[in-house]
């Protein structure tokens, strides 16, 4: 186990084993979803509870670093975690699955997908739709400023690749309520 793709099916088989919820998000989903670019970690949503910290710490083992006590602690923030694989160096950030309604609706429309960008062979995992990978990168253009091309350039190549299957409606109901209508509406102008 000594490759990110090693690093992150072992991840993702840990989830499934302990049945945790989870969807991979960021660069990984908009580039499944839309034009694939490189990156340096995996974001991730995963509905953690505190009591299931300590057997996901020990199913990981030795391969991560996983400290249970800063996972617990930042489940009880409500802020991310990451986890890092040793041999790899790759680095995971995994953020708590938030009780909102919108987010909640997010985890419960992920779907399987192959994720292709880390070697031969593919990884199948439960990825966020190209809908709220949109308004996800959406959100962070937001929160950064409206200045990160990563993060626009990725949701105009969701938008590009997927055109017309989009979900509009999806996207015209959720966009507002996260405060990035205006930003679908520029998007989508494009």
């Known amino acids: ?17 302990l049945a945790i919820p989870y969807m991979v998000g960021g660069s990984v989903a908009s580039s499944i979803h839309g034009i ?19 057997r996901f ?6 391969d991560f670093y996983a ?14 975690f990451n986890l890092i694989h040793y041999a790899s160096t790759f680095k995971f950030d995994v953020f708590p699955a938030s009780p909102d309604p919108y987010h909640q609706n997010q985890l419960e429309r992920r779907v399987m997908a192959e994720a292709t960008q880390f070697g031969d062979v593919p990884i199948r995992c439960a990825v966020a739709t190209a809908e709220d990978t949109v308004l996800t990168k959406l ?6 400023g409206e200045t990160s091309e990563r993060q626009w350039n990725d949701a105009r190549g969701i938008v590009r690749v ?12 959720w966009a507002p309520q996260l405060g990035v209508d205006d930003l679908l509406e520029r ?4």
């Open 139 to 144: 959100e962070w253009y937001r929160a950064g």
């Open 1 to 17: 186990m000594t490759t990110p793709a090693d690093a992150l099916r072992r991840l993702v088989e840990v989830l499934d084993r």
């Open 57 to 62: 710490a020990a199913e990981l083992g030795a």
């Open 187 to 190: 998007l989508l102008a494009e």
């Open 67 to 80: 400290d249970p006590g800063m996972i617990r602690a930042a489940l009880e923030d409500r802020r991310p």
């Open 162 to 173: 997927r055109g017309p299957a989009l979900d509009l409606e999806y996207l015209c109901r």
């Open 36 to 54: 694939a670019r490189p990156t340096m970690d995996v974001d991730l949503v995963a509905a953690l509870r505190p009591d299931q910290v300590d």
